[in-house]
């Protein structure tokens, strides 16, 4: 079931310039009565045991072998917080999406500052990860900082309460996903029953993203890795297991040592071809011969990639569109968030910190390609052919 946020309304204003009764015998103005919740509505301090709750924490311990009375226990304190059910909901007025806005939010000093202090921190286990799973140090180095900022930003919730209002009380007007967020409720509660932590203590984004590396509980425990062999997954406070756990990520959605991201395209001048080139999104579906046939026009290495890619367009608000013509493994930073600007913006923070990184430090390995904020009647420069 699903329930609608409400809250207690106070007693109605009188009327402005309707004053009050100045006879003797008029009896005196009674508050009006508050209005009466329904049964329905959510508990606004703690859940408590609302049998729907208390029976997903049954269901979940029945499934994923933990104490259900703890489950009960530990829900029972969870409080639903407004600010979430308002914080996943769409922007009343949304913007217009703007390639060269949202790069500058991470193509910026300081971020390329503070990711060179945190690359030269934790350069064995970032060499290391290289080694073993083929995913180059700064995409790495790149994605811890576009999602924390190195562990600025991790997010103020508590967790369980933040998973519980988006599990119990998903706010109307949007499509309903509350399926997803019990699922990562209940893998949250396996995680802190498996690793003896207190669920009351953990805390992360609005969704329930947790740690440096802001993973959701599911991909936590099939993902993450003890990279620094203590025995223990850690991703607050051990930079070796977010590296090895970002690493082992992208890995398993099939990253291909040394193939770039992407290249440079210009896309076909006919809207008809640009459509069928942009129909699949993010996902690889051509080929170059294919690319060719439609007008799109690659640069020089990308019409010597071999395997099937996407055009992706990116939008600059009234600018034209900047477009790039993603490999496999430009859909494969997608699947840590699915869109392609932030795809683009780990791929140019990662470019800009191996650029900048003093070369007597940094490991061989050839750079990114650069993607130009706006797009013009010139191709953009070609990506390198080597990783990543």
Known sequence: MKFRVSRLVAAAPLLAGLAAPTTASAAPARPAAPAVRHDSAPDIVQYG??????????HAAEQRGFDADWAIAQLAQARYQPSVARLVMPAATPS?????????????????????RWWQANEAPLQRAQERWG???EMVVAIVGVETFYGRIRGHYKVIDALATLSFDF???????SGFY??????FLHWCATEGRDPQSVKGSYAGAMGLPQFMPSTLLRYAVDFDDDGRIDLEQSAADTVGSIAHYFAQFGWQQGMPTHYGVRPPEEADDRAVLLAPDI???????????????????GRRHEGPLALVQLFNGDAPPSYVAGTRNFYVVTRYNWSSYY??????????????????????????????AQAGSQLPPAASQSQP
């Not at 706010?171 to 309903?176: A, F, K, L, V, W």
């Not at 795809?343 to 650069?370: C, D, N, S, T, Y």
């Open 49 to 58: 045991r609302r049998d729907d709750v208390v029976a997903f924490a049954r």
């Open 96 to 116: 217009a999406k703007n390639w060269s806005a949202y790069r500058e939010r991470f193509i910026e000093p300081q971020r390329i500052q503070a990711g060179l």
């Open 135 to 137: 995913v180059p140090a």
């Open 171 to 177: 706010p109307t007007g949007r499509s309903d996903r």
């Open 182 to 187: 019990r699922a990562e409720l209940e893998a």
């Open 283 to 301: 996902v690889p579906s051509f080929t170059t011969a294919q690319f060719a046939e439609r007008g799109a026009l690659l640069d020089e290495a």
């Open 343 to 372: 795809a683009l913006a780990v791929i140019e923070l990662a470019r800009a910190l191996k650029q900048m990184r003093p070369p007597a430090e940094a490991p061989a390995a050839a750079g990114l390609a650069p993607v130009p």
